[in-house]
C-alpha cells in the first residue's frame, strides 16, 4: 500500500472534472487507485498484471456506459 503522505507519485487523469477525481500511483508491485477529494482515506491496490488486464478491458469498451449508466456491453 501508498503512503497516503507521498504525493508525488499520485497522477490524476487529465479527463477528471470537478466531482470525477479519481487518482492513481505504481507502487513498485503493482498500482493503487483512490479518490483524491478523499486522500487520506484508504485506497485499493492491485497487481501489475490486474491493473494490466483492467486498462484493456477499458480500452476494449468492457466498462462504457449506457445513457442510463449501466454497462453497455
Known amino acids: 500500500m501508498l503512503e497516503s503522505g507521498d504525493e508525488s507519485n499520485w497522477r490524476i487523469s487529465s479527463f477528471s472534472g470537478m466531482n470525477n477525481c479519481v487518482a492513481v500511483a505504481a ?34 469498451g468492457e466498462f462504457d456506459l449506457d445513457d442510463g449508466g449501466a454497462f453497455a456491453g
Open 27 to 60: 507502487t513498485g508491485s503493482g498500482v493503487s487507485v483512490r479518490n483524491s477529494k478523499a486522500a487520506s482515506a484508504a485506497n485499493v491496490s492491485f497487481t501489475a498484471d490486474e491493473w494490466r488486464a483492467f486498462v484493456h478491458g477499458v480500452k476494449a
